[in-house]
């Protein structure tokens, strides 16, 4: 089963006044939307805390599963985090940035460095001459085989499951965002500082109320969820067999976000803890767009809902895709390789 959520090239357009009056007023935030999520995200967090404090004194068996609901929970925080990066949650910048600092607290994550990140990933997606900030390592098949032994073994290290969607996933949130970049201007560097005293003391906080054992047994069962569980979804969202990517000459923004991004179709419950950002080709579209209006733009012109959808079982299929093939323009897995050597074999006795 093909994996594929994009239109057709020749169906996808290029012009941006095809779309950019439909998206519009999607982009006006709103402040009662935007409150009503606040309220249930971090009001579900909090309690979960809460349940967590009471529950040391029945049973870990009651704790853990908390723990790992409330990095569900967490979530759904990024993606408030992320929309006031993109200023887009509230009308008010400085909104945005006192909400983002509160939630890039929660996620251990800086504010104005990963926002800075992040608009580079924005910028550069799908642009195969621009690979490198806010994307997983991707390899064409022609850069795979001139690589040396252990640049492919590398390789093959980094896209291991395990290691991409467990390993990866924690050591990106607690170490790697505990180092600003060394490209960054000093607001970036200083926000990373910042953040990491901030987390200091919020865990010396609860460390002293639950105790330093409990805090980090729940603390790093909920943002293994949440790291994980985010990576997948960032993943699925730019890693699929039909996805764009072209060279710098030939890119075009239109068709890297309605091509290049996947509608991701998922279960309302897992919608809902995934802030709606499973609508990633609206988004990449207009990041301007609050997650809360992302379904309601989807739905408001044929051009989007065309857009063929990845579902939860169908999403599978890209655990096994690691090299981009620019011939055949998808993503392919290393048994193509094997393949690719019987042709040469069979060519060279021809």
């Not at 057709?8 to 007023?25: C, F, G, H, N, R």
């Not at 924690?170 to 901030?198: D, I, T």
């Not at 993943?235 to 890119?251: K, S």
């Not at 179709?265 to 802030?275: C, I, V």
Request: proline share 5%; glycine share 6%.
């Amino acid at each position: 089963m093909s994996a594929e959520p994009v239109l057709s090239p020749e169906k996808t357009p290029t012009d941006p006044k095809q779309w950019k009056e439909i998206v519009l007023k999607y982009q006006e935030p709103s402040l009662w939307r935007a409150s009503w999520q606040m309220v249930n995200t971090f009001g579900s967090y909090a309690l979960l805390w809460y349940l967590m404090y009471l529950s040391l004194g029945v049973s870990w068996w009651l704790t853990v599963p908390l723990a790992m609901l409330a990095g569900a929970i967490l979530i759904r925080v990024f993606i408030i985090f992320h929309d006031c990066g993109h200023g887009s949650y509230f009308k008010s910048r400085t909104a945005n940035d006192v909400v983002g600092f509160i939630c890039g607290l929660l996620t251990f994550t800086p504010h104005y460095h990963w926002r800075w990140e992040h608009a580079i990933h924005h910028a550069t997606a799908g642009d195969l001459d621009r690979r490198s900030v806010g994307d997983i390592w991707t390899m064409t098949v022609r850069e795979y085989l001139e690589a040396s032994r252990w640049k492919r073994f590398a390789y093959r290290l980094a896209r291991n499951p395990f290691v991409l969607f467990i390993l990866a996933p924690l050591f990106l949130f607690l170490v790697l965002q505990r180092f600003p970049s060394g490209k960054a201007n000093p607001r970036e560097r200083e926000s990373v500082h910042w953040m990491n005293l901030a987390i200091l003391l919020m865990a010396a906080g609860l460390s002293w109320l639950f105790g330093l054992t409990a805090y980090l047994v729940i603390q790093l069962t909920a943002m293994m969820v949440a790291a994980g569980a985010g990576v997948w979804m960032f993943y699925v969202q730019h890693q699929f067999e039909d996805v764009y990517w072209e060279r710098g000459e030939n890119w075009d923004f239109t068709a890297a976000a309605l091509q290049g991004s996947s509608f991701y179709k998922l279960p309302k419950a897992l919608q809902w803890f995934s802030g709606n950002i499973g609508f990633h080709h609206i988004h990449h579209l207009s990041p301007r767009i609050p997650n809360y209006n992302l379904q309601r733009c989807h739905e408001a012109d044929p051009l989007f809902q065309s857009v063929k959808p990845i579902t939860l079982t169908s999403s599978l299929k890209s655990f096994n895709l690691r090299l981009w093939d620019e011939k055949l323009k998808k993503l392919v897995g290393f048994r193509h390789l094997k393949q690719l050597r019987r042709q040469h074999k069979h060519a060279a006795k021809h």
